[in-house]
């Protein structure tokens, strides 16, 4: 199995190019399953979880070519994909599949809106908590569909007219519920209104090409959504937004190590309230033509308190990287998950490269060390993982990361991305 393996005390300097959002390409390639037509979606990254999901589409009828070769000859960074899904040829998502990558659960929605029935497994637990469906349910529910679990799996049903549309009140806000309600919905019969919708950047990521399919939707990113269901959906060609947790990520790194690099193709919109935290963290943000330019020179790092919300507050999935950096900050900081219940895997294995991390509920209480030395770690999950790598990189000596494979569900080309900016990152196998 393949670890990384980073020496460090270098400072990055130079350009990263930021690939396509993960999470924005994934509930735009399960929106391929609402139409007969082609969706083209550009930017597509090159990633474990997106080649997971087109095997799963595979399996409901879905064509996937890649830049206009098979998928297995698709090589290189973020790619364009085009997907048809002429007719859906199987209605169930099995639990070997759906329990490997939580999202592919967001086919319930297309499944059902399209032919009216889907057999989808229960995604089960995993390891930042036990991540529940009850708002999937309940929002379907609310469009008229008949929601029975049995063995394992939900069998979701659709009245035979096809879903209708409803008022619904999100009681938490939830990414994937807003996605799944956004697909099924577009396809009811008349008009749903969702409260207390998720604002993430990847909701009008989806809503924008759900529109430009011919969906009629109003109030993306804002906390209420319109839409207005259509009979049907034609094909379309999109291009997937910059993924702002890489960009988050990069960023931390930078203010870790000190240095200057550009992150090419983001953009601050898209993490507004992480840049204001690393800017009080010292480092000095910029947003040029091409970017985001992010500097730390000589000053230290200073400690800031951090608590995790839906956006725009401050992303849950930049907790872990957050919480490297300030390790080395210079004082105490808190951060406070409230998102997930298990996100703090990560303070074991950043203890044994030296920090003093304490855990008090769902707060950490950091406090800043002068430094940090390379230790075997292990990556429990994806964001975790990385915040090993940003650790590492100013660990002294060797910090090597097993179970690497999280990192690739999440991060497109991370050796090469960094070492091009003088780090020294290497992926060894065994
Ligand atoms: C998405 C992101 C993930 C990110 C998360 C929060 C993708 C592929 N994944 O995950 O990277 O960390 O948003 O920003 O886009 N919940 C329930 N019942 C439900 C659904 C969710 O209680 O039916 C809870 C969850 O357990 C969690 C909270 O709601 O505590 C938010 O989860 P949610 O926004 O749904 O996360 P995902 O969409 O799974």
Not at 74 to 94: K, Q
Request: aromatic share 4%; charged share 20%; glycine share 10%.
């Amino acid at each position: 199995m393949d670890r990384i393996r980073i020496t460090g005390g270098n400072q990055l300097n130079g350009i990263i190019p930021i690939s396509g959002a993960k999470n924005a390409a994934l509930p735009l390639m399960i929106a391929s399953l609402l139409t007969s037509d082609t969706l083209t979606l550009e930017n597509v990254p090159h990633l474990a979880d997106v080649e997971q999901l087109i095997r799963i589409l595979g399996n409901h009828g879905v064509d996937i070519a890649v830049n206009g070769r098979r998928e297995s000859q698709g090589e290189g960074y973020s790619r364009t994909v085009h997907f048809t899904c002429r007719t859906i040829v199987d209605t169930t998502a099995p639990y070997e599949l759906v329990s490997k990558m939580r999202a592919s659960f967001w086919v319930i929605g297309p499944l059902l809106a399209r032919d009216g029935k889907a057999r989808v497994s229960l995604p089960g637990g995993c390891a930042i908590g036990t991540r529940p469906v009850d708002l999937f349910i309940e929002g379907l529910e609310a469009l008229g569909a008949t929601m029975e679990i049995d063995s394992g799996y939900i069998n979701a049903t659709a009245p035979s007219g096809g879903l209708i549309g409803a008022t619904y009140t999100f009681p938490k806000v939830s990414v994937g519920a807003t996605h799944v309600m956004l697909m099924a919905a577009s396809l009811a019969r008349g008009t749903t209104v969702i409260h207390n919708a998720a604002r993430e950047p990847e909701v009008v990521d989806l809503a924008q090409c759900l529109t430009a399919m011919g969906a009629k939707i109003e109030g993306a990113g804002t906390s209420t959504i319109t839409i207005e269901g259509v009979t049907s959906l034609s094909g379309a060609r999109h291009r997937v937004l910059p993924d702002r947790i890489e960009t988050g990520t990069y960023a931390m790194a930078v203010a870790m190590t000190g240095g200057d690099v550009l992150l090419e193709g983001t953009r601050a919109s898209l993490l507004e309230n992480a840049l204001d935290t690393l800017k009080l963290a010292g480092a000095t943000i910029t947003e040029t033509e091409t970017g985001l330019r992010v500097v730390r020179n000589g000053n230290g790092i200073h400690p800031v308190d951090v608590v995790t919300e839906p956006f725009p507050g401050f992303p849950t999935d930049l907790q872990a990287q957050f919480m490297a950096l300030m390790t080395r900050a210079q004082g105490v900081s808190h951060i406070t998950e409230t998102i997930f219940e298990n996100r703090f895997m990560h303070v074991q294995e950043l203890a044994r490269l030296g920090a003093k991390i304490s855990l008090s509920g769902q707060m950490a209480r950091i406090e800043g060390v002068s430094r940090l030395k390379g230790a075997p770690v292990m990556a429990t999950d994806l964001r975790a993982s990385v915040s090993l790598v940003i650790a590492g990189l100013v660990a002294e000596g060797e910090t090597v990361v097993s179970r690497v494979y999280h990192l690739d569900r999440g991060f497109e080309r991370l050796e090469e991305k960094l070492n091009r900016c003088g780090a020294q990152v290497e992926r060894v196998s065994d």
